[in-house]
């Protein structure tokens, strides 16, 4: 069964540091997601694809976070510099069109620290 | 705005009794109603989904959830729960009549399947 790629799995570092995670999608899904999850709570949208294009990034913190998806394939989210309250789960999720029927496939997360 | 509420942060229930994980949302159109599963340090697996047609769904490893439009509630279901059914629990929710695509999640339903 395809699955959604994530890498790291998990990552510990400094605040002021950048970092980056990555996320591959179910082979021929053009939409993407990446959600951030405070621990206690349920996942929250960061950003959303469209193939290579940006649908929706109200949610994005747009002073330290970027995100990219350079070919409608793979996409890298990042944070610089990364502050105490980042830590958090990053959850890619990918689905085969934006229709609001469509099912949202989620990878195992990248589990970010910050110290 | 569209909005879901988990009622009950923790169920704990006896290894072969019912269990009811609970759900209620809030739309302004027609909605279209999600459940997924997480696991300790996983990413979320989807159960099940509500879209058009017969109120009782059928999803993955033996659950089931019914709509109910008057009661505006999703309740998750399964007949006869399992050790391995011990996960923490969301219900999701896209409005029909909203502009965006944007799923939003309850805050998570801690399941605790006692031997």
């Known amino acids: 069964e395809a699955e959604v790629a994530q890498s790291p799995r998990y990552k510990i570092t400094e605040k002021s540091q950048a970092v980056a995670f990555w996320c591959d999608p179910i082979?021929?899904?053009?939409?993407l997601y990446w959600y951030r999850q405070i621990l206690g709570q349920g996942p929250e949208l960061l950003v959303q694809?469209?193939?290579?294009?940006?649908?929706?990034d109200s949610q994005l913190p747009k002073d330290r976070f970027s995100a990219e998806r350079l070919k409608g394939v793979d996409s890298t989210l990042k944070i610089q510099p990364a502050e105490l309250g980042d830590s958090a789960m990053y959850l890619c999720?990918?689905?085969?069109?934006?229709?609001?029927?469509?099912?949202?496939?989620f990878g195992p997360g990248t589990r970010l620290l910050v110290l | 705005a569209q909005s879901v509420a988990q009622p009950e942060d923790q169920v704990n229930v006896a290894e072969g009794n019912p269990l009811t994980v609970k759900c209620t949302y809030s739309?302004?159109?027609?909605?279209?109603l999600f459940w997924y599963v997480q696991y300790p340090n996983r990413g979320l697996q989807f159960l099940l989904k509500?879209?058009?047609?017969?109120?009782l769904v059928k999803g993955s490893y033996g659950f089931e959830a019914e709509f109910n439009k008057s009661q505006t509630s999703f309740h998750l279901k399964k007949p006869s729960a399992l050790v391995s059914d011990s996960a923490l629990y969301f219900c999701?929710?896209?409005?029909?009549?909203?502009?965006?695509?944007?799923?939003?999640f309850g805050a998570g339903t801690t399941v605790t399947v006692r031997a």
């Open positions: 694809f469209q193939d290579e294009s940006v649908v929706d």
């Open positions: 999701a929710v896209r409005d029909e009549g909203s502009n965006d695509y944007k799923l939003s």
């Open positions: 082979s021929g899904h053009a939409t």
């Open positions: 509500y879209i058009t047609g017969d109120n």
């Open positions: 739309v302004s159109g027609n909605p279209y």
């Open positions: 999720a990918s689905s085969l069109s934006t229709g609001q029927q469509e099912t949202q496939y």
